[in-house]
């Protein structure tokens, strides 16, 4: 497509509820990153896909998070058992190799 | 890994007046340093990039100056104008890294 898609927009799920969070790169992006930016902070890196590689899931910050991804189509973050401290904007991003990132608009993910 | 740092977290300029936001990075091999532009509920926007084997590149009223010696990189935005006012990230890959580090953010406020 033209841009980074990330759906939902929003998501508002009570505390224990597994939420799954998609992202739909730029047609071509071989690279898909996810990362998460709670209120007023920077961005922190959770997980890369690499084409068909092994993705580098150094970032995520328990078993609970998890994320899934097809070729180099759709990804799928999912969380687990969700808690409080989950609470953020969960940004999505795609690149060609060694390019700069294209960000999709985010999901921001409320836990109550 | 790969550390960065941005300072200052907050800036307010008169309508006109230059800003300038500077990022210091830990590791000498780093060789690509993006800046992102993002406004309220959107995502990070790439807007200049620079990579390390140049000092200095320019597009209209934005500019990014690399210190390799230094580890650090600026962005300078000249004749600010309202809407320049936005969340700014630098960031920094290392060539062995899979992604990128972001910079914790500076808060542009200009003022009409």
């Known amino acids: 497509g033209a841009g980074v898609s990330q759906s939902p927009s929003n998501k508002v799920t009570e505390k224990g509820k597994d939420v799954e969070l998609r992202c739909d790169p730029i047609s071509g992006h071989t690279a898909l990153y996810w990362y998460r930016q709670r209120l007023g902070q920077g961005l922190e890196f959770l997980i890369y896909f690499q084409g068909n590689s092994a993705p580098d899931k150094s970032g995520l910050p328990s078993d609970r998070f998890s994320a899934e991804r097809t070729g180099e189509s759709v990804s799928t973050l999912t969380i687990q058992r969700t808690q409080q401290e989950d609470s953020a904007v969960y940004l999505c991003?795609?690149?060609?190799?060694?390019?700069?990132?294209?960000f999709g608009s985010g999901t921001r993910l409320t836990v109550v | 890994g790969e550390n960065v740092e941005q300072h200052p977290s907050t800036l307010s300029v008169q309508e006109g007046d230059s800003a300038v936001i500077k990022c210091t990075y830990s590791?000498?091999?780093?060789?690509?340093f993006p800046w992102y532009k993002q406004e309220l509920g959107k995502g990070p926007q790439l807007i200049i990039d620079?990579?390390?084997?140049?000092g200095e590149k320019k597009d209209q009223r934005i500019a990014v100056t690399l210190n390799k010696t230094a580890k650090h990189f600026s962005l300078h935005i000249t004749e600010t104008q309202p809407e320049d006012s936005a969340v700014y990230f630098c960031a920094a890959r290392h060539p062995t890294t899979n992604y990128m580090r972001f910079g914790a953010g500076t808060r542009l406020t200009v003022k009409p």
């Open positions: 620079i990579r390390s084997n140049v």
């Open positions: 590791d000498s091999a780093s060789n690509y």
């Open positions: 991003a795609s690149s060609l190799p060694g390019g700069g990132y294209t």
